[in-house]
């Protein structure tokens, strides 16, 4: 018979052996580099854990949008006069929210990747383009069909003085016969800029009747110069007890065509009122009293037109 002997182990050495199976076990949980802990106790601040709140996302590359808008036709670069605006497209029917602005004629917008409406105003006149922004960078050009008038004013060869003139733009309709207000009270020289097309100019001298009209072309690229000439002169309204006498304060005029259209009216002791070329009547009321005169206009003759305090016949 043959007998295995198996070797024993002494008391110590048992447990020398578990503690050093318990160190070695600990020592594979550990991350390299980092001393092993004891049990029970939390691990190293600098060792993540689950817990922990994870780093944000990395922030979408922004993409920079060169823009420019030249003239239809001649492709000419409009330098100046106008306004730009960059609008979200979400592609529903919300109203476009308006991520950048800028009044450069040729500016450049830093956008992040996704879908813009770029939009170009010249005065009165628009361009807007979608564009899809999503990396490296990218440069527009809008074309814009437009053009720009600028006005005077004269009496003969005489320019009418800023501050006396104005002009009303209008685009001509066809059930209209004057057309849909486009601009009111543009002063001399201003420059109106208006989309390409035919447009009807009123000017008006004074605040009477001293007004011309007049049918103006606009051309892409171009500015159309024109003088409005009115036929038209401006007359001093004077009640006086003799000719070249002193004004009666408080006098209410009353100006009349022969027809008996009343064209202008005013209170004063000399007021001044611009007509257009033409006959009148003019009425004058001074303490109850009634005083009438006929009188004529004369294109650019002003003069004073005195009422004489006479009986009436």
Request: a neutral charge; charged letters at 15%; proline letters at 8%.
């Amino acid at each position: 018979m043959i007998t295995f002997l198996t070797p024993r182990l002494s008391t110590l050495g048992l447990l020398a052996c578990l503690t050093a199976s318990a160190a070695s076990a600990q020592s594979l949980t550990q991350p390299l580099g980092v001393p092993p802990q004891p049990f029970g106790q939390p691990s190293s601040p600098g060792v993540p854990s689950l817990s922990q709140t994870p780093p944000p996302p990395v922030a979408l590359k922004q993409v920079s949008v060169g823009t420019g808008a030249v003239f239809s036709g001649s492709n000419e670069p409009i330098r100046s006069g106008l306004v730009w605006r960059v609008f979200e497209d979400r592609g529903d029917s919300s109203q476009p929210t308006i991520v950048a602005r800028s009044s450069s004629p040729a500016p450049s917008f830093i956008l992040a990747p996704g879908n813009y409406i770029v939009h170009v105003t010249y005065g009165f006149a628009s361009a807007s383009k979608r564009i899809s922004v999503q990396s490296g960078n990218l440069n527009e050009r809008l074309v814009v069909s437009a053009g720009a008038l600028r006005l005077k004013g004269a009496v003969g060869e005489t320019p009418i003085p800023l501050g006396r003139v104005t002009f009303a733009v209008y685009v001509p309709e066809a059930q209209n016969s004057e057309g849909k207000l486009v601009i009111a009270n543009a002063k001399p020289n201003e420059i109106i800029r208006l989309p390409e097309g035919t447009y009807h100019v009123v000017s008006t001298f004074g605040d009477a009747n001293a007004i011309m009209r007049s049918d103006l072309k606009v051309e892409a690229g171009k500015v159309t110069e024109a003088t409005l000439n009115h036929r038209a002169a401006t007359v001093t309204l004077k009640l006086v007890a003799s000719a070249g006498g002193e004004a009666f304060a408080g006098t209410a005029f009353s100006v009349l065509t022969p027809g008996g259209d009343v064209i202008r009216e005013a209170i004063g002791a000399f007021p001044s009122v611009t007509l257009a070329e033409g006959e009148y009547v003019l009425i004058a009321r001074h303490e109850g009293k009634v005083y009438t005169k006929d009188f004529k206009v004369e294109s650019g003759l002003d003069r004073d037109i005195e009422v004489l305090v006479t009986p009436n016949p």
